[in-house]
């Protein structure tokens, strides 16, 4: 594949108006439609972390974060499910590199979902390992054909050792449990295993990766796969956030405009709290996109902190509060919406719905990182096991 950044963006550029078109029924779906991910595989977009060496267009995090944060301005839901299909180019590194290229054998992006959170069965076994139990959370897992589960491994006279499992779609076992209030569209269903064996090579050292350090990183010579993985995650999920906040304030000036007091008949443009509510949104949208500019700004510079504790929690807590502005800014923006606002047919109803969901994400919520930041500056001890 052969294609620029610019070309890129303009092919995503098209298809904006045509994801905008299917948010409700996505939201509906419980799921991206058939036809979205069509057209997602067929623009290259899945492409876009994928290294070179794979046949993918390695153009990096911050076009990957353009592209997410366009799809996110007209339906979260698809650009979530973006978001990680795209990322998953970048967490296969954590496996060997057999298990990259199993992946990428036949085409340069990969329909992968998971979680970090770790499943109680982990049994070590010649050749691998055998793996059991249920996770949350998985978003895509309508059209995944590749599922990554956490574990840890003990073995006696070891120290315990967090692994990441790489299990295809014909061994996993996806719940419809996917019933909820706002980011409706991801299928971020439950997923089972029962006594799964999966080889050594499609095992994963997840402790290393925390550290940007695992060896199917270091394979690759571009440093952006070695990042450590928890502020590469925080890069998945802002530009989701950063998106919908400007998608919310884009459809609040068009609700400001259009609305009429059904009594008084008054438009609410000609209202001042109106316009100054929509001047607080706009300010908010743009705050928000110029602290993910320099999220990214920071994330992509070669420091050598990077791979501390401490510094991948000041991430979290950045990632954290981009995520805090843009609830709080939502939520005083549908104060001004009236009762209309709210119909299902309304995308205001659901940017506010979504937002206040992704909020509370393990990723994202202000409270934990914000109290994980304060026991490192105050020299207490810290528990976050993703740091």
């Not at 298990?99 to 970090?116: C, H, N, S, V």
């Not at 315990?160 to 409706?184: C, N, Q």
């Amino acid at each position: 594949m052969d294609i620029t950044a610019d070309q890129l963006m303009s092919r995503v550029n098209d298809l904006v108006p045509v994801l905008a078109e299917r948010a409700q029924k996505t939201e509906e779906n419980r799921a991206p439609l058939d036809e979205t991910i069509t057209d997602l595989i067929d623009s290259g977009i899945l492409a876009t972390l994928t290294p070179k060496a794979y046949g993918g267009l390695e153009l990096g995090l911050d076009v990957a974060a353009d592209i997410v944060r366009a799809i996110s301005a007209v339906c979260p839901s698809t650009g979530w499910v973006t978001s990680f299909y795209i990322g998953a180019a970048w967490r296969v590194n954590i496996f060997p590199e057999q298990a990259q290229r199993e992946m990428f054998a036949d085409k340069p992006y990969t329909l992968t979902a998971g979680t970090a959170a770790p499943l109680r069965g982990v049994q070590k076994v010649e050749g691998g390992y055998r793996i059991t139990g249920q996770t949350a959370w998985n978003s895509g897992s309508a059209h995944a054909e590749w599922f990554t589960f956490a574990g840890v491994s003990i073995e006696e006279g070891r120290p315990p050792a967090p692994l990441w499992f790489l299990v295809p779609r014909s061994e996993v076992k996806i719940h419809d449990t996917w019933y909820i209030s706002g980011m409706a569209g991801t299928a971020s269903n439950d997923v089972s295993v029962e006594d799964v064996f999966v080889p050594d090579y499609r095992t994963g050292p997840f402790d290393l990766a925390l550290a940007g350090t695992a060896p199917g990183m270091l394979i690759h010579e571009n440093p952006m796969y070695h990042l450590p993985f928890l502020p590469f995650a925080m890069a998945e999920v802002t530009p989701v956030v950063v998106g919908a906040m400007r998608g919310a304030t884009n459809a609040f000036v068009d609700r400001t405009r259009q609305r009429q007091g059904t009594l008084s008949q008054e438009k609410a443009a000609g209202k001042q709290a109106a316009q100054m509510r929509l001047g607080r949104a706009l300010a908010a949208a743009d705050a928000a996109e110029t602290l993910l500019h320099a999220f990214f700004e920071r994330l992509t510079a070669q420091r050598p902190e990077q791979s501390d504790p401490q510094d991948r929690a000041e991430m979290k807590l950045k990632a954290a509060y981009m995520t805090d502005l843009c609830r709080n800014a939502l939520n005083d923006m549908v104060r001004g919406i009236g009762g209309d606002g709210f119909r299902t047919a309304s995308p205001i109803q659901r940017f506010h719905r979504d937002l206040n969901v992704l909020a509370v994400h393990a990723f994202l919520d202000i409270d934990t990182a914000s109290e994980t930041m304060g026991r490192f500056t105050l020299d207490l001890p810290v528990a976050d096991p993703l740091l």
